[in-house]
């Protein structure tokens, strides 16, 4: 960095007061100079008008003699003479006046503007001499003329410069103000060397920034190359399909992946509009729509018809908005997601098999025990005496009863529902089926709050839903012999009703297996409750969900839409 010179520290005024003091001596003494002229100038129009009235004296005086030295006989003529006088003498009007004799005048009187008069004593009267006045009243006017320009230029000079003085040290009290933010500057630094100093320091501190920010962006390019390169070799590497778009639609680069779950044969596509690389399918529509309304697509998932076959892609579009926010193009990213929905489609199918599967085995072994006991009932009839056979016909017909409730059950289960949906309120209905099973619900002790929930349902299906889930509740407590069960029902944010017991509860890993068709833990029970209950939840758009601990109790939660 250059030294800064050092500093002068003088006495004298500082730049402000030097402007102040140079305009107004400047000011002064154009004003001393035009006193001056104007001086001169009265001087000058005083020598005139002596001069002038000289010259009209003389003129009379000459008048005069030349009147004095008429005869008698000449004097009687006189008129004629005073014509002559006025040629003569340069005389705008000529009177004599003679005691006892009348007036003789030629020429102007002496009673009109502009006109000035000489009188001079003859010797046997009074002549009066006019002049024209013309030429002193013009040197008049011309001097007050110009004393008036005077005065109004020298008031219009000091205003325009006492206005103009602000303009002229408003910009040094700015580079001032500006460079005291720079540096601190002493009372006793002259200003003018004060902003030197500091505007030299300011080119110094200028061309080390210059430097510095060379440097910086020499560094920044050579990242840049670098996070291109980096970019490139990570679009090469990505396993899944990214293209990039500009604002027109039109691909600015696309990776290998791309092209192969696409099935394209082009290396080259860089330029080409969405429809030339990809032609007129739906995936190309699908870009365009987006570029077009300038819109993100979030995992949408599309089939497109490929000469291999028919593949399932998954899409994600992000638009690209500069520093101003305006659009500068899209970024999709896709991927194959065929071999994925393969698999799913076969884990849903096995899945499908082993409910089946579990359902038969459940359906199996009720039959099973009931069947077995009907049997068992009827072979011990060979041997046995009537009234011996009368009680085990009758425990067969028993379990044939309870094996044509199984089936009953099943077949409601089974059988397709039509709902009849009204306007109701949650909270009536689950208060009617508390109210109807609090009398029979001994040892459980049922307890009730509920706000108002509106839905749109089938009153009759849902009210066995809530029935069937409060009878388990119930039967839950009565197993573990104590114990209370609420029923709460609100509606903040959704319609909701919530069975809490404190019964002998339930394993959170036989929950799934719960909802099943005979996959009952309860002594009696066929366990067609809650797969009939999660039925009737699943028509009204609604979800069930059982949570519990053993030995704690259990705690199932209904949720519906509102109306």
Not at 161 to 190: C, N, Q, W
Request: contains cysteine.
């Amino acid at each position: 960095m250059v030294a800064a010179p050092a500093r002068t520290r003088l006495t004298g005024l500082s730049f402000r007061r030097d402007v102040h003091i140079f305009l107004a001596s400047l000011v002064t003494f154009l004003l001393v100079l035009l006193v001056g002229a104007l001086v001169l100038l009265q001087r000058f129009e005083q020598q005139m008008e002596l001069a002038v009235r000289g010259r009209w004296d003389q003129s009379a005086t000459l008048a005069v003699r030349e009147l004095n030295s008429l005869t008698p006989a000449e004097q009687e003529e006189l008129q004629p003479r005073l014509i002559g006088l006025l040629s003569r003498y340069e005389l705008a009007g000529v009177s004599v006046s003679q005691p006892g004799k009348q007036v003789l005048s030629e020429g102007l009187g002496s009673g009109q503007m502009g006109i000035e008069t000489v009188r001079k004593p003859l010797a046997h009267g009074t002549m009066t001499a006019t002049f024209d006045a013309t030429p002193l009243i013009q040197a008049r006017r011309a001097f007050k003329v110009s004393v008036a320009i005077t005065v109004g230029a020298s008031i219009f000079a000091t205003i325009l410069l006492v206005l103009y003085i602000p303009r002229i040290t408003r910009p040094v009290e700015e580079m001032l103000t500006s460079a005291g933010e720079i540096r601190t500057r002493s009372p006793d630094d002259d200003e003018q060397q004060f902003l030197i100093d500091t505007f030299r320091d300011s080119i110094s501190r200028l061309k080390v920034q210059e430097e510095e920010l060379h440097r910086l962006h020499q560094a920044e390019r050579t990242r840049a190359d670098e996070l291109e390169r980096v970019t490139a070799a990570l679009t090469r590497s990505i396993a899944s399909g990214f293209i990039s778009l500009d604002a027109r639609g039109c691909i600015v680069e696309m990776n290998a992946a791309a092209r192969e779950i696409l099935c394209l044969t082009a290396e080259e596509t860089r330029g080409e509009t969405i429809e030339q690389a990809l032609g007129d399918g739906e995936f190309a529509t699908l870009l365009r729509t987006s570029i077009e309304e300038q819109t993100p697509i979030n995992r949408r998932e599309l089939r497109i018809p490929l000469a291999q076959g028919e593949r399932i892609i998954g899409i994600t579009t992000v638009p690209l908005l500069g520093v101003n926010l305006g659009f500068l193009g899209m970024l999709v990213l896709f991927t194959d997601l065929t071999p994925v929905r393969r698999l799913e489609d076969r884990l849903r199918e096995l899945q499908n098999l082993a409910d089946l599967g579990e359902l038969s085995a459940g359906i199996a072994h009720e039959f099973r025990n009931s069947l077995s006991a009907i049997l068992g009932s009827l072979r011990l009839t060979r041997d046995k005496p009537l009234h011996e056979v009368q009680r085990l016909v009758e425990d067969a017909q028993r379990e044939a009863r309870s094996l044509a409730e199984a089936v009953d059950g099943l077949l409601v289960f089974a059988k397709p529902m039509t709902l009849e949906a009204d306007r109701l309120d949650l909270a009536e209905l689950a208060g009617d089926v508390v109210a109807r099973l609090s009398p029979h619900a001994s040892p459980a002790v049922i307890e009730y709050s509920a706000s108002s929930a509106i839905i749109n349902g089938d009153a009759h299906l849902l009210e066995r839903a809530i029935d069937n889930l409060l009878r388990n509740a119930i039967e839950s407590v009565r197993q573990k012999g104590a114990g209370s069960v609420r029923v709460t029902v609100s509606s903040d944010p959704q319609p909701l009703l919530r069975i809490e017991d404190e019964g002998i509860g339930v394993d959170p890993a036989a929950v799934a297996r719960l909802f099943l068709p005979f996959q009952s833990d309860s002594p009696g029970g066929y366990g067609m409750g809650l797969p009939l209950v999660k039925k009737i939840i699943l028509l009204h758009e609604g979800s069930v969900e059982l949570t519990g601990v053993p030995g704690e109790g259990a705690q199932v939660t209904v949720r519906l839409p509102a109306a």
